[in-house]
């Protein structure tokens, strides 16, 4: 897929990078020359200009980018103007960055696609992670269900999934397992990069360090990892 990511403060260039080392075709956008030229190398297109100027946005490639998403947070003014801007020129998906109630509001009245609060949502995730053992991340589906990824226990480190048998002891799906594989960086470095095994069967066994996906019910989540 194509991107185009405007803002390249911490948000904005982790998203950027990411979606590079991801294989999709990134161009990150941003007025100040410095940051642009400090992740030329890290992303696959990186641009200095005023995202505030409609004219300077009708420069991009808008209509072929399938989604345009606006990271600015550090300022409300600039971060509403190119969605205002963005929204003009009708491109195809419209994603804003919210990092107040208020800012939220305006972008709904402008009418993008969808909203995200990136703090916001990182804190009920480390919120969620520090209160239980194990946990590396979550996200939640319903008020009751839940798709955590945490440390597979150290008593299940070498049974497979129809050994233990989640299901019918907790209630609990695995849906994959992440374990860490031998990779190299944008530099040719080699380093340790996760990947999901795919599809898990009955005979999957679970290797120590394993990352558990599990859907279901926190409280049964919770049973499983601290029993």
Same mark, same amino acid.
């Given at each position: 897929m194509?991107?185009?990511?405007?803002g390249?403060? !911490?948000? #904005?260039s982790?998203?950027s990078?990411r979606? +590079?080392e991801? #294989?999709?075709e990134?161009?990150?956008?941003?007025?100040?020359?410095?940051?642009?030229?400090? !992740?030329?190398d890290?992303? *696959?297109? +990186?641009?200095?200009l005023d995202?505030?100027?409609?004219?300077?946005?009708?420069t991009?490639?808008?209509?072929d980018?399938?989604?345009?998403?606006?990271?600015? #947070?550090?300022?409300? #003014?600039?971060?509403?103007?190119a969605v205002?801007?963005?929204k003009?020129l009708?491109?195809?998906k419209?994603?804003?960055?919210?990092?107040s109630p208020?800012h939220? @509001?305006?972008?709904?009245?402008?009418?993008?696609?969808?909203?995200?609060?990136?703090e916001?949502?990182s804190?009920?995730?480390?919120?969620?992670?520090?209160?239980?053992?194990?946990?590396i991340?979550s996200?939640?589906? *319903?008020?009751? !269900?839940?798709?955590?990824?945490a @440390?597979v226990?150290?008593? !299940?480190v070498?049974? @497979?999934?129809?050994?233990?048998?989640?299901r019918?002891?907790?209630?609990?799906?695995?849906l +994959?397992?992440?374990r860490?594989?031998?990779?190299r960086n944008?530099?040719g470095?080699p380093?340790?990069?996760?990947?999901?095994?795919g599809?898990v069967?009955?005979?999957t066994?679970?290797?120590?360090g394993?990352?558990?996906?599990?859907f279901?019910?926190?409280?049964?989540?919770e049973?499983?990892l601290?029993q």
């Open positions: 194509k991107y185009i990511i405007i390249l403060g !911490y948000f #904005g982790s998203l990078m979606l +590079t991801m #294989g999709h990134v161009i990150a956008v941003d007025k100040d020359l410095e940051k642009v030229t400090q !992740y030329k890290l992303v *696959t297109h +990186t641009v200095a995202a505030t100027s409609i004219q300077a946005l009708g991009l490639p808008l209509h980018t399938d989604v345009v998403l606006v990271g600015i #947070g550090e300022n409300f #003014g600039a971060s509403v103007m205002a801007n963005l003009q009708q491109v195809k419209l994603i804003g960055r919210a990092i208020l939220q @509001t305006v972008l709904e009245a402008i009418g993008v696609d969808k909203i995200i609060s990136p916001a949502e804190a009920e995730r480390h919120a969620k992670s520090m209160d239980m053992k194990g946990v991340d996200f939640d589906l *319903t008020e009751d !269900y839940n798709i955590i990824e @440390t226990p150290d008593r !299940y070498g049974q @497979t999934i129809g050994e233990v048998n989640f019918q002891r907790f209630n609990i799906n695995v +994959t397992v992440i860490m594989r031998d990779s944008l530099f470095k380093h340790k990069k996760p990947a999901a095994v599809v069967s009955p005979d066994r679970f290797e120590a394993d990352i558990l996906v599990l279901g019910k926190i409280e049964d989540i049973r499983l601290h």
